[in-house]
């Protein structure tokens, strides 16, 4: 007897899944929320400054989060850190390269500005791989 966990097709194994986006820039972050809204995930947000991030994540039950690490010149390692405090996981955007990133966030899951569609969707089925487990 299999005890392999059913396949679920990728788009069910998002559905419903709360996912913040802090991102100052107001394009973009329309861009992720609609991509991510068409994939059927549920919006938190979008927050545009580090402390509007940090009050979405202790007030709300998240999923996941896709986090810019500079909003409006301030970096975001206390969103970071707060994220991973809670276990939720994440993917950060930047337009910096790799060597304009700290040594803690150089491993993390990482888009680069401009984002293109088809990385942000891969990226986010990466962070739900299989019903209930996080990626």
């Not at 068409?38 to 989060?65: F, N, S």
């Not at 491993?107 to 942000?120: D, H, N, Q, V, Y």
């Amino acid at each position: 007897m299999s005890t392999d966990l059913p396949q679920v097709p990728p788009l069910d194994r998002l559905r419903g899944r709360r996912i913040l986006i802090v991102e100052d820039e107001f394009i973009v972050s329309l861009e992720i929320e609609g991509l991510l809204t068409q994939m059927g995930c549920v919006i938190v947000g979008p927050a545009a400054r580090v402390a509007e991030a940090l009050a979405m994540i202790e007030g709300d039950d998240l999923d996941g989060a896709i986090v810019d690490l500079n909003l409006d010149g301030d970096d975001a390692d206390g969103v970071i850190e707060a994220l991973t405090r809670r276990s939720v996981p994440f993917i950060i955007v930047t337009g910096y390269g790799v060597g304009g990133l700290s040594p803690a966030t150089r491993g993390l899951p990482r888009l680069s500005k401009p984002i293109a569609t088809a990385e942000l969707r891969t990226m986010i089925h990466r962070l739900f791989r299989g019903p209930g487990q996080l990626g």
